[in-house]
T-cell receptor
């Protein structure tokens, strides 16, 4: 079955550590996105990529980094510069162009700073 | 295209109809969407409507679009406890690839 795999489902980070969240897809979608979700605040776009080796900052990119070396993979690194990283992180994919089909979402990673 | 508003909470009794509302500000919207998010999960696309349509029905779901007022609604008939979730509306604009999401409405169904 085609889909998006986010791992791990739960992640704990000590203050000052970098952590990397994985997002892998086999939908053959060109575009991939990372969102952060906090209670009562909806979804906020962190980074997105429409083609391999290229990506753009979203609304809250500070303290995060990404790479897009393969079409199937779009890992997100939460760096120590991100002051309040505890949140639910969602990866999504779509076709590029008029997005009639919308986005397909992964099941999310919940990151907690301890 | 980034001001998509929803009320935060809605409670209904099992068997009643639920109506979740959304307003947007950009008149160049092309597609508008409704997503459902169950606890601890990702978002699932429920339905979408093209901007030249007024209404779309899919089983228990009815989407109404009022372009003049920039108002989108999702009606769920015969609401069940399994419909309890957060519902997000979203829009995409002419020539754009990104979706803009509302803040989400948490629907609670009371048995």
């Amino acid at each position: 079955d085609g889909g998006i795999t986010q791992s791990p489902k739960y992640l704990f980070r000590k203050e000052g550590q970098n952590v990397t969240l994985s997002c892998e897809q086999n939908l053959n979608h060109d575009a991939m996105y990372w969102y952060r979700q906090d209670p009562g605040q909806g979804l906020r776009l962190i980074y997105y990529s429409q083609i391999v080796n290229d990506f753009q900052k979203g609304d809250i990119a500070e303290g995060y980094s990404v790479s897009r070396e393969k079409k199937e993979s779009f890992p997100l690194t939460v760096t120590s510069a991100q002051k309040n990283p505890t949140a639910f992180y969602l990866c999504a994919t779509s076709k590029v162009g008029p997005v009639r089909d919308g986005y397909t979402f992964g099941s999310g990673t919940r990151l907690t700073v301890v | 295209g980034e001001d998509v508003e929803q009320s935060l909470f809605l409670s209904v009794r099992e068997g009643d109809s639920s109506v979740i509302n959304c307003t947007y500000t950009d008149s160049s919207s092309t597609y508008l969407y409704w997503y459902k998010q169950e606890p601890g999960a990702g978002l699932q696309l429920l339905t979408y409507i093209f901007s030249n349509m007024d209404m779309k029905q899919d089983q228990r779901l009815t989407v109404l679009l009022n372009k003049k007022d920039k108002h989108l609604s999702l009606r769920i008939a015969d609401t069940q406890t399994g419909d309890s979730a957060i519902y997000f509306c979203a829009e995409t604009l002419t020539g754009a690839n990104n979706l803009f999401f509302g803040t989400g409405t948490r629907l609670t169904v009371i048995p």
